[in-house]
């Protein structure tokens, strides 16, 4: 049964622990030593395709003329036709939008331009999530557009750490529950279908007692994990900050799996999680930071389920994998067109927000790195992945992004459709 739920927040006590990442060691590493530089800022007004219902379909609104015209306009209403922005490791300085990297604030000018119904981020909103007003900084820094559209985020390391996953809790329940509704143009509650704090379970949020290891690799979860709806796609957002904080219940996933799978109206189903489950500048296993581990225990629930494309950051490049359910490789001629017939995942890193870039060099596949058969493409550099829905299709593009608020370029990396 389906709930729309209005989330509370709930008490949590924080154990911490260390941990690091990929992305340059702990969570509450400064990784932006860089002087801070000057802040652009566009003041164009806000363009928008959407209509007074937010459901982009304004040029079927004109009153219809002829029979033909009328039939072409319920075919136009019968398809759902939107488009949204997934962007990840924004890492934003509670003191500075740019430190040092002037593409922190070309990237929200960007998106605006783009004007999609939506955003997506794939976790390290901020650099410090712990410190105090970390969220009300990350709003002022995406001033362009986070007032003018739902923003949904997901959970990254650098969030969480250090106890900053109780100020992070707190803005997700904000932007569900308020800002989100309050930057749509039509009528949220009915537009999207949320499920929020939607687990019967109790879990642990310490990590020197960890409960239901069975479900939950890292036995705590503070329960920010969350799924919604809109028109004909399903997203799942996952509380899985490294190997370390896999922390969303997997009975949880895959119920949501499940029931998107069985729905006949969903065409589309999208996962976000901060951590990678391929890459090309990881380690598959070690004793380290690595992917096998977080792919051993949510990968299987993608393929089993249908699950259309999976989000990630956490790596700061852009690195797209395309991983069949047979596991055959793929890498060696890949398509400018994918089949989207269920047999299939597209796993997309998107790390290209704003944190510090690494050396470009990806680990040699000699080193085992089982990404390297299923690599269709890879680009180093700041970037924003846009995704056009147009019923059962999708085109997704990549552009990459230069310079800065006031005065920034964008190049197509690649474009690839699935359908």
Not at 222 to 227: K, Q
Not at 385 to 390: F, P
């Amino acid at each position: 049964m389906r709930i729309r739920l209005v989330g509370a927040a709930c008490c949590v006590l924080w154990f911490a622990i260390a941990c690091s990442g990929e992305d340059g060691g702990a969570p509450d590493a400064d990784n932006d030593d860089a002087a801070e530089a000057a802040d652009g800022s566009g003041d164009d007004a806000l363009p928008d395709a959407r209509d007074a219902d937010g459901n982009g379909d304004a040029e079927t609104d004109a009153p219809p003329g002829d029979a033909a015209d009328v039939e072409a306009e319920a075919d136009a209403l019968a398809v759902p036709r939107f488009s949204f922005v997934v962007i990840g490791d924004s890492q934003f300085a509670t003191t500075s939008c740019t430190s040092g990297v002037s593409e922190r604030t070309a990237i929200p000018e960007v998106i605006r331009e783009l004007s999609p119904h939506f955003v997506l981020e794939a976790g390290d909103l901020m650099d410090h999530g712990y410190d105090a007003g970390a969220y009300d900084q990350f709003e002022s820094c995406n001033a362009a557009f986070i007032s003018a559209m739902p923003f949904f985020p997901t959970m990254g390391n650098h969030d969480a750490g250090s106890g900053g996953i109780l100020a992070y809790k707190a803005y997700l329940e904000r932007r569900l529950f308020a800002a989100n509704a309050a930057a749509w143009p039509g009528d949220y509650a009915s537009d999207f279908t949320q499920w929020y704090e939607d687990d019967p379970n109790t879990y642990s949020t310490d990590f020197g007692a960890p409960t239901h290891r069975d479900i939950v690799p890292s036995g705590v979860s503070f329960e920010t994990f969350y799924a919604f709806r809109y028109r004909n796609a399903y997203f799942v957002s996952l509380e899985v900050g490294t190997r370390y904080w896999s922390n969303t219940p997997t009975t949880w996933l895959d119920q949501h799996l499940a029931e998107a799978q069985a729905d006949p109206t969903i065409d589309h189903v999208f996962v976000m999680l901060h951590h990678p489950i391929y890459s090309t500048t990881m380690l598959d296993d070690s004793t380290g930071e690595c992917t096998g581990p977080v792919r051993d225990a949510y990968a299987s629930y993608f393929h089993d389920r249908d699950v259309t494309m999976v989000f990630s950051g956490h790596a700061h490049v852009y690195d797209r994998f395309w991983v069949p359910d047979d596991g055959h490789r793929t890498a060696d001629a890949p398509p400018s067109t994918y089949p989207h017939d269920g047999n299939s995942v597209h796993y997309v890193v998107t790390g290209g927000a704003g944190g510090p870039l690494p050396s470009c060099s990806p680990m040699p596949s000699a080193a085992g790195v089982v990404g390297w058969d299923y690599s269709q493409a890879r680009f180093c550099g700041y970037h924003v992945t846009h995704v056009d829905v147009d019923g059962p299709r999708l085109v997704v593009r990549v552009l990459g992004v230069e310079g800065s608020a006031a005065s920034h370029t964008t190049t197509e990396w690649e474009t690839f459709t699935i359908e």
